[in-house]
């Protein structure tokens, strides 16, 4: 593996019950990147995303083989602490899940979690969570009123802030922005690209325009299986396989 | 590429506060942590065992010693014969006339209490305005409140006398007085639950009616109604659920004489019921005799009644949520063609549909009056009467003369032990054992028998639980009559509730608040504690709070483990027999001449404790109501 990869399958297998969910996936996720996973529905991708930090061990029908590698380590080892790969591997979700907590409770409540009790440092996280995510200017006045209130593309905001505050290295994003309206979309899409200049963001969308705008590698699912892995700009303007050249024209899908 | 303008996220290197190490290997405070999850999903598991385990032996230790009966008389025997007379010279334990007596009280008071309730439901959910539904609900809501000793004192003292001169009968205790209070017991169940299912048909459905130019009582007869159906027939089956199991109303009212009505139809003979025998004849009974087995019997007669109530009401409200969309789709279709047009139909039409309106709601009107009529003559008889009695001496002194001088309140200061008690020993649990079943347990088959024993005995009639109290606490562990068996016998019956309130609360919770948790690397208690338990209060303290006031207002549970009639003082420890406001209240109605006065006084400070911690339960809904909105 070399350095430029921070996140990696090898042969990697996935049942639901009998259904085989994800069919022999290998593929390397390089550092500090946006990489986009497109697909139809059911293909499998979001099911990926959920290997990548193990919150498939929380459906309890899921079975797995082969390997994730997260820095070179397996996460599904037997030593491997499935807390702390979701502390390094954050998780943004289709619908906005803020906490029925305020803002602050909301941002603060992972550095809590993971023993930081200092006000000092809390308010620290909180600000620059919250300026990580483009929010701050937009809530610094109201951080004790209900996250609830808050619009939709706002609370979607927050929940990636929420991710950024326990410093995780990857984000993993499945279909952020497809519960918001175009002018929240395009917030959270600027938002993804800034992201990337120091972490690396893996981004499930149903939005082919959307992976070409924000991702700079692009993977395509199709029954369960990667079709294709290469760089966005090829996958849009030259893919190698006829399959993904039928999704990418709208062929099917 | 837009890449290139965007600023960067300015990184933030948060190691300096926090731990330095990084990987996702074993670290020592991993260790913790997992130590920490570990133990506590170890005490949850404990805990749930103890409750699970008590809920089984309560079904396994009844069904056991009933099945004594069978031994000695025969199953058929034991069913179908004809007398019940367990103190005869030849004792014969037939449970014919008792199953017979709790089916005709059952159906009369189904007969006057389901168009009353359905009345009253269409009345909230449709007719009434927002002002008069918020006076209305809780209304009817607070006949539910009102504990049966305080109806069975009621009936007592007015109903049978009223029964006996109106129908000149020489007795009022009889088959109707019992139906007339178990019908007004009754209602507040059936209405709620009928009116929650006919809010939840969709508005377009209406709109839909409405807009075919159907009347508004054509619309709630023809779409509303029958797109409410199965939730109303699981309303009645509830509500007949709640008639057999009552106990002191009935017993206080019926007369008590173990024969089948002759004929059938008179409403004026005396019957017993089940659950009145196993009140009136469990005090009296010899360990491990005939009599003792056969009373066994008689609960799992109960226990079987509850049984088949509960899985037809599961049965319809399931298939209810599977036809809630096609359901009134359908009506809808076949009442189109059913509203006739009001140009093209001149002939052939008695009543336009505008008088049809008019009568059907005056109809519901009155149901509605009725009802709350009902109440007013309750709450004023209690209350009117009862305020004379009360002075500073009646609420701190201790009673004299059995009761006719003095004051209850060792009778209060004990209900507040048991209640105090009970709690302490069912809220733990429960709440451990919801939080075990909803956050620990997948769905399996296991979780499945758990829930539907805990559903068997959340609706197993009052007296049930007294029975086992007294005959494993009281009897066989030999705690003899006190405060302690009282508080475990109360406490065990409350906790079904209490499992069943706090799972429906973490239900709630929606799983994306537990996996933002999970996706930010806490473990699962704190996921539970931090945030599913938080936003699940209000629900569990609001079931635990209704749980208070049941216990509080029952008597059967304690009649026979706990209570006694005259102390004059506390109990000074656990193994002391309390005295205990209803059932106070119970024996001055019924064995104390002359205590008229004491017995309303206590009647009312009893409904005063028991309406207040009501009240607060709804309280504590309206607040998290409103928290909810924002």
């Known amino acids: ?253 | 590429m837009k890449k290139e303008q965007a600023a960067p996220v300015p990184f933030r290197d948060f190691r300096r506060i926090r731990r330095p190490e990084t990987g996702v290997g074993p670290s020592p405070a991993g260790a913790t942590r997992h130590l920490v999850d570990w133990t506590v999903g170890k005490l949850l598991f404990c805990a749930a065992l103890v409750a699970i385990a008590a809920v089984f032996f309560i079904i396994v230790f009844l069904l056991r010693d009933g099945y004594q009966i069978v031994l000695e008389t025969g199953l058929w025997n034991f069913l179908t014969g004809a007398e019940w007379n367990p103190a005869g010279q030849h004792p014969a334990y037939g449970v014919l006339p008792l199953i017979t007596g709790t089916l005709l009280v059952m159906a009369l008071a189904m007969a006057i209490a389901v168009p009353l309730s359905i009345g009253s439901a269409v009345f909230i959910a449709e007719i009434a305005g927002s002002g008069t539904r918020t006076i209305i609900k809780p209304a009817i809501e607070l006949l539910a409140g009102i504990p049966s000793v305080v109806y069975g004192f009621f009936g007592l003292i007015l109903l049978t006398d009223w029964i006996r001169i109106a129908f000149d009968q020489p007795s009022g205790s009889s088959w109707l007085a019992g139906s007339i209070l178990l019908a007004i017991m009754a209602i507040p169940t059936i209405t709620s639950v009928a009116e929650d299912a006919i809010s939840s048909v969709p508005r377009e459905f209406r709109e839909g009616s409405l807009a075919l130019g159907a009347t508004h009582w054509q619309t709630i007869k023809n779409i509303i109604v029958p797109g409410a159906l199965s939730g109303i027939s699981a309303a009645i089956i509830l509500g007949m659920g709640r008639a057999i199991g009552e106990t002191m109303a009935v017993l206080m009212v019926t007369g008590n004489a173990a024969v089948i009505p002759d004929p059938i139809t008179n409403v004026f003979s005396p019957v017993r019921t089940l659950t009145g025998t196993l009140g009136i004849e469990m005090g009296e009974v010899a360990f491990g005799s005939t009599h003792y087995h056969a009373l066994f019997g008689v609960a799992v007669v109960l226990l079987f009644i509850t049984l088949v109530v509960n899985s037809t009401a599961r049965i319809i409200v399931s298939r209810m949520q599977g036809t809630a969309r096609s359901g009134p789709h359908r009506a809808l279709t076949a009442a189109a063609s059913r509203i006739p047009h009001a140009a093209s139909a001149p002939f052939g039409r008695v009543v336009s549909p505008r008088t049809s309106q008019r009568c059907a709601f005056l109809l519901i009107s009155l149901s509605v009056a009725i009802v709350l009529a009902a109440l007013g003559v309750i709450l004023a008889e209690i209350v009117v009467n009862g305020a004379g009695a009360i002075s500073w001496e009646f609420l701190t002194g201790s009673p004299s003369d059995l009761g006719r001088e003095g004051g209850i309140f060792p009778a209060i200061a004990g209900t507040l032990y048991l209640v105090g008690g009970a709690l302490a020993i069912a809220l733990p649990l429960g709440i451990a054992t919801a939080v075990y079943l909803i956050e620990y347990t997948a769905e399996t088959p296991l979780t499945r028998s758990i829930r539907a024993a805990v559903d068997l005995l959340n609706g197993t009639p009052s007296i049930v639980f007294g029975l086992f109290g007294f005959a494993f606490l009281v009897l066989f562990l030999g705690f003899g009559v006190s405060l302690i068996a009282g508080q475990i016998t109360l406490g065990l019956m409350i906790l079904p509730t209490i499992i069943r309130t706090t799972e429906e609360a973490l239900r709630s919770i929606p799983g994306s608040f537990r996996e933002g948790s999970y996706a930010l690397g806490a473990t699962k208690w704190q996921t539970i504690s931090r945030v599913v338990l938080p936003p699940a209060l209000p629900g569990i303290l609001t079931g635990a709070i209704l749980s208070i006031g049941r216990a509080a207002g029952e008597t059967a549970p304690i009649m026979f483990t706990a209570a006694v009639f005259s102390s004059r003082f506390l109990p000074s420890s656990l193994t002391e027999p309390v005295m205990a406001l209803p059932y106070h209240l119970f024996v001055l109605t019924t064995s104390i001449p002359g205590a008229t006065p004491q017995s309303y006084g206590t009647a009312f400070v009893l409904l005063l404790l028991v309406l207040s911690i009501y009240l607060a339960a709804i309280l504590v809904r309206r607040r998290y109501n409103h928290a909810k909105v924002m």
Not at chain 1, 160 to 184: F, G, K, N, Q
Not at chain 1, 217 to 237: A, H, K, P, Q, V
């Open chain 1, 1 to 253: 593996m070399d350095n430029s990869t921070i996140l990696e399958t090898r042969d990697l297998n996935l049942w639901y019950g009998q259904k085989h969910a994800l069919i022999d996936i290998t593929v390397r996720i390089p550092k500090k990147t946006v990489t986009a996973l497109i697909g139809p529905s059911g293909c499998g991708k979001s099911t990926l995303l959920r290997c990548c930090n193990r919150m498939n061990d929380l459906i309890d029908s899921s079975r797995i083989t082969g390997n994730v590698l997260f820095n070179g380590e397996d996460i599904y080892d037997g030593h491997a602490d499935a807390y702390a790969v979701r502390e390094k591997i954050g998780m943004v979700f289709q619908k906005p899940n803020p906490f029925p907590k305020s803002i602050y409770e909301n941002v603060a409540y992972g550095p809590r979690i993971h023993g930081v009790r200092e006000k000092g440092a809390l308010d620290r996280i909180v600000e620059e969570s919250l300026k990580g995510a483009a929010l701050w200017d937009e809530v610094k006045d109201r951080l004790h009123e209900p996250a609830l209130a808050l619009s939709g593309g706002q609370q979607q905001r927050l929940c990636i802030a929420r991710s950024l505050a326990v410093e995780p290295e990857v984000i993993l994003m499945d279909e952020p922005c497809s519960a918001l309206d175009p002018i929240a979309t395009g917030k959270i899409e600027d938002l993804i690209i800034r992201l990337a200049r120091n972490y690396t963001v893996v981004i499930v969308t149903h939005n082919m325009q959307q992976a070409a705008r924000v991702s700079e590698y692009t993977g395509f699912m199709y029954m369960g299986e990667l079709i294709e892995f290469d760089e966005t700009s090829r996958i849009f303007e030259d893919p190698g396989e006829e399959l993904t050249e039928n999704y990418i024209t709208g062929r099917f899908g």
